[in-house]
């Protein structure tokens, strides 16, 4: 199979297209190199490095805005892919919420195009849409399977929704055949969105502490990167996923305390504080992969506690502790 990856030199991209690839599909990773974070603060740069070194081999890498629709039209006619997996986005709620202009053109716009250039262009497998968990919105009850009511509270939630309505109109419409994903609180080595994964472990190798609001009573579908692109890998090259839409999870939330906790076991010298929150996040918690499971065998591996012990030793190893 050939695959082109909006956003593949991403967090998530980079680990879906290494895997694609050592599966022995071809990859084209289709990217803008976007960072919203302040770079002193997101290490885009040092971990950007990391993810193409581990990619250059593997996949072809095309620089390109999924803003430009001449562009990326030309592009996937030039590479006639079977399967486009769509990742480009503003890509985590306070930025989307800061930069609503940027999320209106990449990921409604840019979903748009990617859209478009595949109904002309015809003859694909399929088109995989990236959207994400927080178009629940507040949980009204767990696990949230996938009919739970879609009532996002962020322009993040609200245009991953209109992403998914779009991914299902064209697939009425002009017969595109599609997979909607919603995946949660993705962590591992190589994000550089600093969530709070990334600022947990990034503090407690540089020494600070680990702040926890309201006492890290928060919780969240916390999940593996190297479970969400096996989930993404397996939902790609299942037929019964065609026009079929499914959280890809690890299944059972946790508290922000518990990854906290998890961050000081990997790092013991860590030092965790507690303060009162003043912003507004969805109420979110365990998110139902029975679906996934029963349709196409996803089974995330790595627990929170394992996949932190990874995430500390990856950045040890590769040296990024800045
Ligand atoms: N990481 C999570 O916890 C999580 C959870 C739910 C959903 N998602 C979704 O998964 C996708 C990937 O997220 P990620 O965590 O890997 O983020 P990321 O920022 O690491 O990856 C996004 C990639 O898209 C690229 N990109 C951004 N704008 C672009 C544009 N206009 N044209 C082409 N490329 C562009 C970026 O350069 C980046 O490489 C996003 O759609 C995000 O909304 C992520």
Redesign the pocket.
């Known amino acids: 199979m050939k695959y082109f990856i909006?956003?593949g030199?991403?967090?998530?991209?980079s680990y879906l297209s290494r895997q694609l690839a050592d599966e022995g599909n071809k990859v084209v990773c289709?990217?803008?190199?976007?960072?919203y974070i302040d770079p002193l603060k997101s290490n885009y740069s040092n971990t950007l490095a990391m993810r193409l070194t581990e990619l250059k081999d593997k996949a072809e890498i095309l620089r390109?805005?999924?803003?430009n629709k001449g562009h990326l039209l030309r592009a996937i006619r030039k590479s006639r892919p079977d399967i486009v997996v769509h990742?480009?986005?503003?890509?985590?709620a306070t930025k989307a919420n800061e930069f609503p202009e940027d999320s209106q053109g990449?990921n409604l716009n840019?979903t748009l195009n990617v859209l478009e250039s595949m109904r002309e262009l015809g003859g694909f497998e399929r088109f995989v849409y990236?959207?994400?968990?927080?178009v629940y919105g507040d949980f009204e009850y767990e696990p949230a399977d996938e009919n739970h009511p879609t009532t996002p509270i962020d322009v993040y939630g609200g245009t991953?929704l209109c992403g998914e309505i779009l991914t299902k109109a064209y697939g009425k419409k002009f017969g595109i055949d599609y997979t909607i994903i919603?995946?949660?609180?993705?962590y591992g080595a190589g994000?550089?969105?600093l969530?709070v994964t990334q600022l947990f472990v990034q503090n407690a190798l540089k020494g600070k502490p680990l702040t926890v609001f309201d006492d890290g009573a928060e919780r969240v579908d916390f999940t593996y990167v190297k479970d969400t692109a096996n989930g993404f890998a397996l939902a790609s090259k299942s037929k019964k996923a065609v026009n079929e839409t499914f959280n890809i999870t690890n299944g059972n939330a946790r508290s922000v305390l518990d990854l906290a906790n998890a961050v000081k076991d990997a790092v013991p010298e860590a030092k965790i504080e507690s303060r009162e929150s003043d912003f507004l996040r969805p109420k979110r918690g365990t998110l139902s992969i029975e679906k996934a499971k029963s349709m196409f065998g996803y089974e995330p591996k790595t627990s929170l506690e394992e996949g932190i012990k990874n995430y500390v030793e990856s950045i040890k190893g590769n040296k990024i502790i800045w």
Do not use: H
Request: proline share 5%.
């Open positions: 909006t956003g030199c991403g967090f998530i991209g289709y990217d803008a190199f976007n960072n390109g805005d999924v803003r990742l480009a986005a503003v890509p985590i990449i840019g990236t959207s994400s968990s927080f991953k919603r995946p949660s609180a993705v994000d550089s969105n969530r």
